[in-house]
Nanobody, 115 residues
Framework: QVQLVESGGGLVQPGGSLRLSCTAS????????MAWYRQAPGKQRELVAT???????NYSDSVKGRFTISRDNAKNKVYLQMNSLNAEDTAVYYC?????????WGQGTQVTVSS
């Protein structure tokens, strides 16, 4: 059984920063890709950023240049540093990993950007 737990969400003013973290635990054979998604009410879940095991990254156009994904393979952790936040970044952020041939999702952490 694999469990993912996100943390670091909260309320932040426009222009501010937050750092999200996600820890994977349980029986994990091999984590290939770690990723962050987000979903706002009434909107589809969207990909934010991904990082492969060799630390190759991909970002959505909406966050490119503002967000940075990183991972600690030894600790099975993935982070999302979010800078220059704006109201459009408000969403529940979900951690996802691909381990072996399976995908696993966290329960999400709320990020609210408001003045």
């Amino acid at each position: 059984q694999v469990q993912l737990v996100e943390s670091g969400g909260g309320l932040v003013q426009p222009g501010g920063s937050l750092r999200l973290s996600c820890t994977a635990s349980g029986s994990i054979f091999s984590i290939h890709v770690m990723a962050w998604y987000r979903q706002a009410p009434g909107k589809q879940r969207e990909l934010v950023a991904t990082m492969s095991r060799d630390k190759t990254t991909n970002y959505s156009d909406s966050v490119k240049g503002r967000f940075t994904i990183s991972r600690d393979n030894a600790k099975n952790k993935v982070y999302l540093q979010m800078n220059s936040l704006n109201a459009e970044d408000t969403a529940v952020y979900y951690c996802k990993i691909r381990a072996g041939s399976e995908d696993y999702w966290g329960q999400g952490t709320q990020v609210t950007v408001s003045s």
